[in-house]
């Protein structure tokens, strides 16, 4: 396997540098998950641009403020101004750890604005929903965002000569792709530097949160029935507690935002009836459901029924992740015991998609019934007889979907 740190180069870097290299000026904001390369993928672009960097990190254990960063900020001036190149870049990492930083950031913003001074800002934060919190309440109009999904089985096969079988059940998480060969390093790993850290410092720094202990059973719950669809009543039954179903949905929605699970509606043609569903479970990356269900990997292999809900599960996590990043919206959908397993959605296109580990001799009886009530644009078979998992997984998801 090839290090983690090795230059393997995500397709956004180009981007990013783009837009750093551009006239105009724009606070670039790269947000993503924890451990999905967000820091390395910002040092390798700005380290090209020939300019001086400030690099500081708020996620650190003394207290940050809008004082610290202010002299982050004045010392980034410094070296855009003192030097014969042109401007420089201030990169600001865990942003939202630190209190009233979208205000702090503007009036630093709009200063330079005012006295074109050449400083390009880029600002990191792991907890998206937060950020996006901080800059639609302060930022309008001056700001861009990166969104930095989850690795697909592509890029960890480019930079750590991933297959199939190691991307099932060790998914994306490059930092824990040097782990696999010692398997219970891998999932210590995944649990307490992944899971716990996204759970305390991201998902618990979201919004108040009256039940700590109910959000991880949650979230244990989400990992464990990943592409299975479960009432919010059925849930609370499950979890053994007098909570109620507004608290769960809410819940749910942290743990998506932090980048961990996600709970799909149901597709109906309604918004108002799909809010009002009961959600598909959906882990966003594999390493999630393998790492919490104790199995070797000998162990999923084997236990079929637990493979094949890993197989969905890593077709539902490479669809809501492209969801996640705003390329499509995505559904699944049922009518008594009829079923789609994912309904992707751009614009007013639609493509319906089933997943499927043995052959199979016609089409789904949900898929025809999809079919005949939405005329989806397409309509995709996934493994059995049909496009095979792993060509599935190693194109982005736009080149299967209607647009």
């Not at 670039?28 to 400030?54: A, F, N």
């Not at 930083?101 to 709009?110: H, P, Q």
């Not at 077709?315 to 919206?329: D, F, K, M, T």
Request: with cysteine; net charge positive.
């Amino acid at each position: 396997m090839s290090n983690p740190e090795l230059p393997y180069r995500r397709p956004q870097a180009a981007e990013l540098a783009r837009r750093l290299l551009e006239p105009r000026r724009f606070i670039q904001v790269v947000s993503g998950p924890r451990q999905v390369g967000k820091s390395t993928l910002v040092q390798q672009v700005v380290e090209g641009l020939g300019v001086p960097v400030r690099y500081a990190s708020a996620d650190e254990p003394t207290l940050r403020g809008a004082e610290w960063l202010a002299q982050q900020w004045e010392a980034a001036r410094l070296a855009a101004t003192g030097t014969d190149a042109p401007g420089a870049v201030l990169v600001l990492d865990e942003i939202q750890k630190i209190p009233g930083w979208s205000e702090a950031v503007k009036r630093l913003w709009d200063e330079d604005t005012r006295r074109r001074r050449p400083l390009k800002v880029v600002l990191l934060g792991s907890a998206p929903l937060l950020v996006a919190r901080g800059l639609s309440e302060s930022l309008a109009g001056r700001f861009e965002v990166l969104p930095l999904p989850h690795w697909s089985l592509a890029e960890m096969r480019g930079a750590f000569g991933f297959g199939l079988e190691a991307f099932l059940y060790f998914g994306g998480y490059p930092g824990a792709a040097s782990l696999i060969h010692t398997p219970e390093r891998w999932r210590r790993y995944v649990v307490e530097s992944l899971i716990e850290t996204s759970v305390s410092r991201d998902v618990l720094l979201l919004a108040r949160v009256d039940k700590p202990a109910l959000l991880r059973r949650l979230f244990e719950l989400a990992c464990r029935y990943s592409g299975q669809i479960l009432s919010y009543t059925k849930m609370l039954g499950q979890l053994q507690d007098a909570g109620n179903t507004t608290t769960l949905a809410h819940y749910l929605d942290l743990l998506a935002g932090a980048g961990l699970v996600c709970g799909l509606q149901k597709f109906a043609g309604d918004a108002a009836r799909s809010r009002g569903s009961s959600p598909k479970l959906q882990v966003l990356n594999t390493a999630l459901l393998t790492a919490v269900s104790g199995l070797s990997l000998e162990e999923a292999r084997s236990d079929r029924e637990f493979w094949g809900r890993l197989v969905e599960s890593a077709v539902g996590a490479h669809l809501a992740n492209a969801a996640a990043i705003g390329e499509c919206e995505l559904f699944y959908w049922r009518e008594r015991n009829r079923e789609v397993d994912f309904v992707v959605k751009v614009g007013r296109r639609l493509t319906a998609i089933e997943v499927k580990s043995g052959r199979m001799r016609e089409v789904p009886a949900g898929m025809a019934a999809f079919a005949e009530a939405f005329k989806p644009e397409r309509t995709l078979l996934i493994g059995g007889d049909g496009i095979a998992i792993e060509e599935f997984l190693a194109h982005p998801v736009g080149h299967w979907i209607a647009s």
